[in-house]
């Protein structure tokens, strides 16, 4: 079965500072990638998700970015973090082709002061 | 595309009371859809889960749903809840991507 492995859990970034949020998966190999966030009070809303290395496709116009280096390795960035980027930031993996079976990580919870 | 719709937003309910938390789907295939529950300040845990097949699931802590194709729905549901129900409760589907609705914070009081 699928391991997510996201860090930090929590992390208070001041505006305008740079944003490296790491996502690594064991347990399958060319899984499904995603970032989701949830703004305070709000639902979960997908951020990026990708099929492949180097494949990445952005759901909503914002101020991050995502890259997959690796087969199981997911990065979310931000080059200047803007008040409204805070929230809670859940990593998900599925294997591919399946879209029926998914995995979340524990989270990261920023706060950007 | 698909997307998902909870209707509610927030739903009150006295312990041992019955609840249903509605969902409402969309999409121009066929889909699985999912139910998630998330405890204050934790990650997301899932409830259940349709495929395929029987169209009422059976999930974890006494919640079941049924799924409606007629009318595009996938309510949650329990018998009789009890404080530690208190949550919030996510709906999702996917066809090849997993999408959201917005929640509804279930609020269970003594």
């Known amino acids: 079965s699928q391991t997510i492995h996201q860090w930090p859990a929590t992390l208070v970034q001041p505006v305008g500072s740079p944003l490296s949020l790491e996502c690594t998966v064991e347990?399958?190999?060319?899984?499904?990638l995603y970032w989701y966030r949830q703004a305070a009070g709000r639902g979960l809303q997908l951020l990026f998700y990708s099929v492949g290395i180097g494949q990445i496709s952005s759901e909503v116009p914002q101020n991050l970015s995502a890259s997959r280096p690796q087969d199981r390795q997911f990065i979310l960035s931000s080059k200047k973090l803007l008040l409204s980027d805070s929230g809670f930031y859940l990593c998900?993996?599925?294997?591919?082709?399946?879209?029926?079976?998914?995995?979340f990580g524990s989270g990261t919870r920023l706060t950007v002061v | 595309a698909q997307s998902v719709t909870q209707l509610d937003s927030q739903v009150p309910v006295f312990e041992e009371a019955p609840v249903e938390l509605r969902c409402n789907y969309s999409s121009s295939v066929s889909v699985y859809l999912f139910w998630y529950v998330q405890y204050p300040n934790q990650g997301l845990q899932l409830l259940l889960k349709?495929?395929?097949?029987?169209?009422l699931v059976k999930g974890i802590n006494g919640f079941e749903a049924e799924f409606n194709k007629s009318q595009t729905s996938f309510h949650l549901r329990k018998p009789s809840v009890h404080i530690s129900d208190t949550a919030e409760y996510f709906c999702?589907?996917?066809?090849?991507?997993?999408?959201f609705g917005t929640g509804t914070r279930l609020q269970v009081f003594p």
């Open positions: 999702a589907v996917s066809e090849n991507k997993l999408i």
């Open positions: 349709y495929l395929s097949g029987s169209t």
């Open positions: 998900a993996s599925s294997p591919t082709g399946t879209g029926n079976d998914y995995t």
């Open positions: 347990g399958t190999s060319n899984p499904n």
